[in-house]
């Protein structure tokens, strides 16, 4: 009776754990972007990124392209590119935030909303070597209606480490929408 119970005990916790993970899998967000899928999230190697000037997708996330997450970063050094970004308010979503990774070698953006500046932002943290801060919220929109706007990120070439003065790289890490 004893091996009977234990059995039963021992097949419950099974159950419980595997609904436990199930439940875990579940509310787990994906990384890979569906263009068909109302996604709020915007990732860097989203294909509707317009950019100027050199941009490129830093991998930090170790995923086969065309798969990304939220630690990739669409990155630029060089004053003036600028990355812009339809995204889409329909529906119940009304605010528009930014979010980069912060780290020494950064420098300083602007963040424009359907061509209207919205403040210069910087991405430098010190001291020099200082780990990245991955997910900073750069900037929130005031609220908007539903339709599409555009996002725009334009790397102003400044605000770097003053010993590497060649370092003022601004980064993407994601647009998120809500």
């Not at 899928?37 to 930090?60: F, H, L, M, R, S």
Request: aromatic share 12%.
């Amino acid at each position: 009776m004893k091996k009977i119970t234990g059995i039963v005990v021992l097949l419950f916790l099974v159950v419980v754990l595997v609904a436990s993970m199930a439940a875990t899998a579940v509310a787990a967000k994906p990384t890979k972007i569906d263009a068909s899928a109302k996604d709020p999230y915007y990732y860097a190697n989203d294909p509707g990124w317009v950019k100027t000037g050199t941009w490129k997708v830093e991998q930090y996330t170790k995923l086969p392209p065309p798969l990304t997450g939220p630690n990739d970063l669409l990155v630029a050094n060089d004053a003036g590119a600028t990355a812009s970004l339809a995204v889409d308010l329909q529906g119940s979503l009304k605010y528009i935030e930014v979010w980069s990774a912060k780290y020494w070698q950064c420098g300083t953006m602007e963040i424009f909303l359907d061509g209207a500046s919205q403040g210069t932002f910087s991405l430098n943290i010190t001291p020099v070597g200082a780990a990245p801060q991955w997910s900073q919220l750069i900037w929130t929109s005031t609220k908007q209606g539903g339709t599409t706007h555009t996002v725009t990120i334009k790397a102003l070439g400044t605000g770097g480490p003053p010993l590497y003065p060649a370092f003022h790289f601004v980064n993407v890490q994601y647009v998120r929408t809500y």
